[in-house]
Each structure stands twice: as structure tokens, then as C-alpha cells.
């Protein structure tokens, strides 16, 4: 039979264990909701994406665009003002994109006269269509 010690010790036992499975169960917590987070970004991004390839189907089909790309499987879009306005930060997403398009087989469409002018400015070896406009109407 147990004595008043032994049970009092097995109690604060049960005490620390309900602590530490408090904490883990917190930390769990925590981490699905960063998951969470990341899922709910990764969403918006890719409706955004699917919103960017309806403006560029219907605008190239209102002005009976067909695009002469070999079928790749991707396609990379970038878009940049037509007047300059956001200097350093159209720079970097242009420098990005001339970085990293090469590195995987992709159609490339530049939108925007920045963009277009930069390209022709390098002559940029790889082949992509242009457009100084996307307006859809």
C-alpha cells in the first residue's frame, strides 16, 4: 500500500507531466498557425497569378494575339511601368528576373516599357514577347 509521501510525489509528478504536455501542445499550436500563415500567402499569391494569366488571355485574345512560344510547361511574367516610377525597386525585380529565367526552360513576357527598354538596352540573348500595354477593354 502506498503511503502520503508516495502518492504526493506521484501527484506532482502528474502536475509536471500536465506542464510539459501543456507546452508541447502550445508549441504544436503555434506551428500550425505559422503553417496556417504560410498556406493562406501561398493562396493569395497563387490567385493573384491566376488573375495576372486571365488579364494576359483575354487581352491577347481581344487583340488576336497568338503567342509563338514553344509550349515549355511555364511561363515568366513580368511587369513593370510604363513611365519609370518606381525606379530601384523595378531595377531589382528586372535583375531578378534576367538572373533567374535562364535557369529553367520558360516563355517570358515583358509588360511595360521598362522592362521592354531594359532588355532591348542588354540585348538579352533569350527569346520573350513584349507589350508596352495590358489593359483589358
Known sequence: MPTTKQIQAQIEEAKDLKMVASAYTEIAAQKLRKIRVGIERNRKFFTEISGISHIVNVAAHQRHIVLPF???????????????????IENKLIKFFMANTPKF???????GSAAISYFQTLNYPYQYESTHDLSVG
Open 105 to 111: 526552360p520558360t516563355d517570358r513576357i515583358l509588360v
Open 70 to 88: 514553344k509550349k515549355s510547361g511555364a511561363v515568366s511574367i513580368i511587369l513593370t511601368s510604363n513611365h519609370h516610377f518606381f525606379g530601384e
